[in-house]
């Protein structure tokens, strides 16, 4: 079965350049996440996406920005890269918001990691 | 602060024992419980959830077990197996804390020894 699909798998960046990555949901899935994972944390949740408007905002830095396309991919751009970034980002994907009593269950990518040096 | 607690960071198991991960919230307004497990170099994989109006769920061998009054779940697996070596994670989302994110715990790592 299809499943969440993250591009690039690895990118290394320098400190202040920008990094874009890239998801695909899980055909069918209408809302995207997004999700960070600092070394030796657990994931952090940035930003979500419900046919195609941003549904909910956690701890996404204003350096950050994504949006949902019409396809239903995501992407997630960061500028002026910090050391403090270097993290690996998840993506996940679900049908419906995943609201009261509807499963919420969300199917994750293999993640994208940055490295910032 | 941390909204779900994993206080266990490893813990490992024979094969063919039972394996217990704990998992401890702080918001009473959570009301949907997930575990999720993760391979090295691999998203999170959903493995079961639970929704506050239930005390048990059961799914082949993963059992998850809610005490509300505790704010404690926990996840069973019987028997354990080796392939069963992994990350795991308990998540919690509920009314009020925004439906579309999950707030996870920081993990335990579970090996099955053959």
């Known amino acids: 079965a299809a499943g969440v699909i993250q591009s690039p798998r690895h990118l290394i960046k320098e400190k202040r350049e920008t990094a874009t990555l890239k998801c695909y949901p899980i055909?069918?899935?209408?809302?995207v996440y997004w999700y960070q994972q600092g070394p030796g944390q657990d994931p952090q949740f940035l930003i979500s996406?419900?046919?195609?408007?941003?549904?909910d905002k956690g701890s996404i830095p204003d350096r950050f920005s994504a949006q949902q396309f019409s396809d239903y991919h995501s992407e997630l751009n960061m500028s002026s890269l910090e050391l403090g970034d270097s993290a690996l980002y998840f993506c996940?994907?679900?049908?419906?918001?995943?609201?009261?009593?509807?499963?919420?269950?969300?199917?994750f990518g293999e993640g994208s990691r940055l490295t910032v040096l | 602060d941390q909204q779900v607690k994993q206080n266990s960071p490893s813990l490992s198991v024979q094969e063919g024992r039972i394996s217990i991960l704990n998992c401890d919230y702080t918001?009473?307004?959570?009301?949907?419980f997930l575990w999720y497990k993760k391979y090295p170099a691999e998203g999170p994989t959903f493995l079961i959830s639970?929704?506050?109006?239930?005390d048990k769920n059961e799914d082949g061998r993963f059992t998850v077990f809610l005490n509300k009054s505790a704010k404690h779940l926990s996840l069973h697996i019987v028997p354990s197996q080796p392939g069963d070596s992994a990350v795991y994670f308990c998540?919690?989302?509920?009314?009020?804390?925004?439906?579309?994110?999950?707030?996870f715990g920081t993990g335990t790592r579970l090996t099955v020894i053959p």
């Open positions: 996940a994907s679900s049908r419906g918001q995943g609201n009261y009593g509807s499963g919420g269950e969300l199917f």
């Open positions: 055909p069918r899935h209408d809302t």
């Open positions: 996406f419900y046919e195609k408007m941003q549904s």
């Open positions: 918001n009473s307004m959570f009301d949907y």
């Open positions: 639970i929704s506050s109006i239930k």
């Open positions: 998540a919690a989302r509920g009314l009020g804390t925004g439906a579309n994110n999950l707030f």
